[in-house]
């Protein structure tokens, strides 16, 4: 049987190594931490101002969904992009209950500054992987992510 580059030996028979997929979770999300540090931002908000930046202005449920960072958890972190000034929230007009949550010009501002340091840590961590490798990963992990929840 053959090995990773971790040492472990390969799974057989297509299995998904969780093991694996966590330790390379982990190490990108060092990586891009690192690349955050000094803007004194997390993984997770990177996430949230990325994502707001692609799509736009949102609810608070479909961010949760996108990014997959729990309510009460995404609530602090919203907070405190609100406390930076990076996005702001209004209550929708139709049902003052539901909030969307917009990126501010100075949330896309920095998004924008960041993104070349973030594109060169996810490039350092593929760096292994051929053009068309990177882009199957990248059509693998999204159709992963957008798979139905089999606990739901």
Do not use: F
């Amino acid at each position: 049987m053959g090995g990773t580059a971790a040492g472990r030996p390969a799974h057989a028979g297509g299995r998904l190594d969780i093991r694996l997929l966590t330790l390379v979770a982990g190490r990108v999300n060092r990586d891009i931490g690192t690349v955050l540090a000094p803007d004194e931002l997390s993984v997770d908000q990177w996430s949230v101002l990325d994502y707001l930046e692609a799509t736009g202005p949102c609810t608070m449920t479909a961010l949760a969904n996108a990014t997959g960072i729990s309510g009460a958890t995404l609530t602090r972190i919203v907070d405190r992009l609100v406390s930076r000034a990076l996005v702001y929230r209004n209550a929708d007009r139709g049902d003052r209950r539901r909030v969307h949550v917009h990126l501010s010009e100075r949330g896309r501002e920095t998004t924008q500054e960041l993104r070349p340091r973030i594109r060169a840590a996810e490039d350092r961590a593929t760096a292994q992987l051929s053009a068309k490798e990177r882009d199957e990963l990248s059509r693998l992990l999204h159709r992963i992510s957008t798979s139905s929840d089999p606990g739901a």
